[in-house]
């Protein structure tokens, strides 16, 4: 099918819309092309043009015979219009494609692995019927979707650990991989497929750390972990894991104990690759084994067979120069638990350092759903039965004395620390290089573009290539504490309330504390709140909950204008080399982010207070100021 955007760039929003409905289907997309019926098969051309204060949408499908076109007006002076155009061709193509195919998404026009986030924004920005009704009526979320919506509430979440106020997390994405696995949702190219890329990605990723490097250099920051992830950073050749660790160590400003962690698998991890990864300073390994049951890694696309994965392990913790920790996953179609029993213990029997575990979920547009759902594969294991396995995964590392670093996750030896996982879903800043890769800074949560063309564009600019960020909400930091602790399986609310100003969170959260006590997820003693096992299998979902039921009951800040109390000192120091009072946003974020589309950009300055936007503009170098702001933008904000 040929899908054709006349004056806008929605392609990644109509090509997910597209999938919904026919997930098998070749796209090509094509700019500024008229449909003059030359091509053949499904068209689909979505315009946008602007006149007169307004935005005129059209979106128009033809296929053989038939020929539709749905139109929509959106007012510039609508708040985020952008959003709002998009919004309205996105449905108008919904529209269209549900109409000829006679069928609706039971999740609407929701294209994400996490709607919830989505939800949590809304309801934080707008209150909770209007951001249930947002759902239902301009999302077109079914009934059953929406109930789902508001009882499951996914978000990863790690225990919280402490840090010294220049220290920073990073995270490096490799976007290839050797193959696509059945059940994964994260976007990748396949090794095959993009092997002539991989060099360029490769000089792309060192001029990205060069960029970044020397400013943070000049702030004094320390790199106390930094997580190769993707994709596959193991699909490196031996060459391209020394090129970028070179740059890794040449550019930024290391820890003498910083920990580096290369993600991958064990398929075509080769001696050379081991050796080249722990020669260039790699001293952390995360490898996705899931499961040594050959027969099911075989099913869900692992290559490799059990006898294979325990060799390579073997030869990898044979180095004893690094922590080696595994993934594993329960809830595979065919994994029973004794299958899941010999996972464990073939695990424990091994030289590893550390083990995770994780639940499988099947997400409904994965190849693995299309097979449960044509009878290829049988079920899933249900959450009854997942939580059993769960419970498995705790008696057991527990007989073996293994250590309770996280919900998820068992050290066995003092060699793994897992730093970057502790931080990870915390309060603290983590910076992001490559292809598609997320971070955090001050709250902002910020991801770099997905498609490699408009990643190498941007470097070629000399401009740091970051898509899209997100504002943080006012309690930021606080419902990232909370979170953090659920992760670790005890809580203290009275604690956490005195680090943030004496808000009574216990009181305030005591008749949802009760009812979980009730239900046997939870046992208080003193202050604390431990996690029953049934708890910690459930300690994501009860995180969410309590984050939003806290946040309903805490007090507004006295104006929106303010930021966060809780907006660590360490981010401040990224924006501003140190010189400006902590809640500031100064120009060394703006230095960060000037990749960002103006308007977003705008968006964000206007939630400042206008002392901190004028401060930043005399302070910022002025060519910075121009790219980012311009003198549109500067009268827009009222400092010109």
Known sequence: MYLLLCGNDFHFEMENICRLFLPQEKIVTLYDTVDDGSLAGLVVTGTLESSRGAVHIAVRLRLDDADETLTDTVATATPQFKDACELAMTTLLYRLLSALLQTEQEWGLVTGVRPVKLLRRLTAQNGTAAALAHFREKLRVSPEKLTLLETVLKNENEILALSRPESYSLYVSIPFCPTRCDYCSFVSQTVESAAKLMPDYVECLKKELAFTGDEMRALGLRLETIYFGGGTPTAFSPDDIRLVMGAVKKYLPLANDCEITLEGRIHNFSDAKMDAAIESGVNRFSLGVQTFNTQIRQSVMRVDDRDTIIRRLDKLCSYNNASVVCDMIYGFPGQTMEVWEDDL??????????????????????????????????????????????????????????????????????????????????????????????????????????????????????????????????????????????????????????????????????????????????????????????????????????????????????SEQKMDMGAPDSMMKMASAGHHAHGQMPPGILKMLEGMPRDMIIEMAKKMPKEMITQMVAQAPKDVIERVLGEDGLRELGVR
């Not at 590893?352 to 044509?374: H, M, T, W």
């Not at 598609?436 to 000399?462: F, H, N, P």
């Not at 909400?473 to 909370?482: C, E, K, S, Y």
């Open 345 to 558: 213990k073939t695990a424990a029997s091994l030289h590893l350092d550390g083990v995770d575990c994780y639940q499988l979920n099947v997400f409904e547009k994965s190849p693995l759903a299309r097979y449960i759902a044509n009878g290829k594969l049988p079920r899933a294991a249900t959450s009854d039965e997942k939580a059993d396995f769960f419970a498995k995964s705790v008696e057991y590392f527990t007989s073996q004395n293994w250590r309770r670093l996280s919900n998820n996750h068992w050290g066995r030896t003092i060699r793994e620390r897992n730093i970057y996982n502790a931080w990870g879903k915390s309060a603290c800043d983590c910076l992001a290089f490559g292809c598609g890769a997320g971070g955090r800074l001050a709250g902002y949560s910020y991801m770099m573009e997905r498609k490699l063309a408009d990643y190498y564009r941007l470097l070629g600019e000399g401009r740091k290539p970051v898509a899209f960020a997100m504002a943080p909400t006012h309690n930021w930091h606080l419902l990232r504490t909370i979170s953090s602790e659920m992760e670790s399986g005890a809580i203290n609310l009275k604690a956490i309330g005195r680090q943030f100003g004496g808000l009574p969170l216990e009181d305030l959260a005591k008749v949802v504390l009760s009812q979980w006590c009730e239900a046997g997820l939870l046992v208080k003693r003193g202050d604390w709140y431990y996690q029953t096992v049934a708890g910690q299998y459930w300690h994501v979902t009860l995180a969410q909950l309590l984050m939003d039921f806290l946040s309903h009951q805490l007090p507004e800040p006295e």
